[in-house]
């Protein structure tokens, strides 16, 4: 199965979500600093980040597509 990075902004609630795996997964919460929690899967294993207070005014978001290596 092909990974995916997702990512969620969510502007009425000023937050940006990263999942680096299914976002179902979700089983607990750990805020790790300043605006940064950790979201992680059963076993522990960090599946997403969240960011909160996030516009996206001072950091605009850009996305590219990458081609597959055919290697």
């Known amino acids: ?18 999942w680096f795996d299914d976002p179902q997964e979700e089983y607990v919460c750990e805020e790790v600093g300043e605006e ?9 294993k960090v599946i997403g980040i969240e960011v909160l207070y ?10 590219k597509a990458i081609a597959k290596s055919k290697v």
């Open 1 to 18: 199965m092909e990974k995916k990075i997702i990512l969620v902004h969510n502007k009425e609630m000023e937050t940006l979500d990263i």
């Open 36 to 44: 940064i929690i950790l979201k992680k899967s059963k076993e522990g």
């Open 54 to 63: 996030f516009t996206g005014k001072d950091i605009p978001l850009e996305f």
